[in-house]
Each structure stands twice: as structure tokens, then as C-alpha cells.
């Protein structure tokens, strides 16, 4: 659906609310030529809150077990 800027300007809102709700977008146009196109938003993937980063941490070696390297304290 084309639709003239002032038209737009004018209707803005209710053109936004067509274009959420029938998923149609609509290019907008200034003396004939388009300018703009509003398209509707994607619908985000919901995530789950448990095991999001699950595979993204990797343990590589023993986290617990000393390192090697000799502290100031300790001498």
C-alpha cells in the first residue's frame, strides 16, 4: 500500500496500527516517489531464563588446584 506523506503525517497512528495488525507494510511516498517503508516489527524469540548459556562456558583444566606460581606471602 502506498500512501502520500501528508496522508501519513495525518494518519499516522491509525497507519501503525493497521501495519501491526495485518503485517502489511506500507511504503510512504513524497510527490510519487517513495521515501520510507514501515514494516512490521518481528515478533522476538522468547528465551528461557534457565540454561540461556548453556554450551557458551567451557572448564578447560582443574579451576580448584593450585597453579604453580609461588605467592609474596608465602615466602
Do not use: Y
Not at 501528508?6 to 511516498?29: D, S, W
Not at 518481528?42 to 578447560?60: E, H, N, Q, T
Request: glycine share 8%.
Amino acid at each position: 500500500m502506498n500512501l502520500p506523506a501528508g496522508q501519513f503525517k495525518a494518519t499516522c497512528l491509525q497507519v501503525m496500527e493497521r501495519v501491526k495488525r495485518t503485517r502489511h507494510p506500507v511504503i510512504i511516498t513524497k510527490r510519487g516517489k517513495a521515501v520510507a517503508k514501515l514494516v512490521p516489527v518481528d515478533d522476538p524469540v522468547p528465551r528461557p531464563l534457565f540454561g540461556m548459556l548453556k554450551g557458551s562456558v567451557s572448564i578447560r583444566g582443574d579451576i580448584v588446584a593450585p597453579v604453580g606460581e609461588e605467592w609474596d606471602a608465602e615466602k
